[in-house]
C-alpha cells in the first residue's frame, strides 16, 4: 500500500534524532540525510540530528549517517552496505569524498547512491559540489560522468 510516493504498509518508527530542537550544547548539528523511498530516481530528504565528535568532520558524519542509514519507514539507502568512507575533506566549497572499492558493487544504484551523497553534503554549510573517488581513483568507463564534480540538480528530488 502506497500514499503518493511513500510505502505505507510496513510499519513505521519512531525517529528521536529526525525531531527537536538541535543541542549545540551537546554538539549535535543539524543535517539532511537524502535516500531512496523506492521510486526509479527521486531521492527524499530524511532530517537529522548529529553529534560532532572529535577527530571528526561534519562531512564525515554525514557520509558515516549514510553508510549506517538503513530501512526505516519504508525509506533506505541504496549505497552498498559494505562501503567503507575512507577521506572527506572541504576545499574551496567541494567535498572530496574518498569511498572503498565495495562502492562499486552497488552499480545498478549508482547514479542513486551518488546523488544521495551529493544532496546530503551540499545540504551543509559551505559545501557547493561534491567529487567521489573510489580507492583514491576516479572511476573511467560508461559511469565516469558520475566520478565529476557534482551539485544538486532539482530532477534529483521529489
Not at 70 to 86: A, F, K
Not at 94 to 111: A, K, N, P, R, Y
Amino acid at each position: 500500500v502506497s500514499y503518493k510516493n511513500l510505502t505505507i504498509s510496513d510499519p513505521f518508527v519512531f525517529d528521536e534524532n529526525a525531531i527537536g530542537p538541535v543541542r549545540t550544547g551537546m554538539n549535535e548539528f543539524d543535517a539532511t540525510l537524502y535516500v531512496s523511498n523506492g521510486s526509479e530516481e527521486a531521492l527524499v530528504p530524511v532530517p537529522t540530528r548529529l553529534r560532532q565528535t572529535a577527530g571528526f568532520s561534519q562531512e564525515e558524519l554525514v557520509i558515516q549517517a549514510l553508510l549506517d542509514f538503513r530501512h526505516m519507514n519504508s525509506l533506505y539507502t541504496l549505497i552498498p552496505i559494505e562501503t567503507e568512507l575512507i577521506s572527506a575533506t572541504v576545499r574551496d566549497g567541494t567535498c572530496l569524498v574518498d569511498l572503498s572499492g565495495e562502492f562499486l558493487t552497488g552499480q545498478g544504484h549508482l547514479t542513486r547512491s551518488i546523488r544521495s551523497i551529493v544532496a546530503s553534503l551540499c545540504a551543509l554549510d559551505g559545501i557547493n559540489s561534491v567529487q567521489i573517488t573510489v580507492d583514491g581513483n576516479t572511476p573511467t568507463g560508461d559511469y565516469a560522468h558520475l566520478f565529476e564534480v557534482l551539485s544538486p540538480q532539482s530532477f534529483w528530488f521529489l
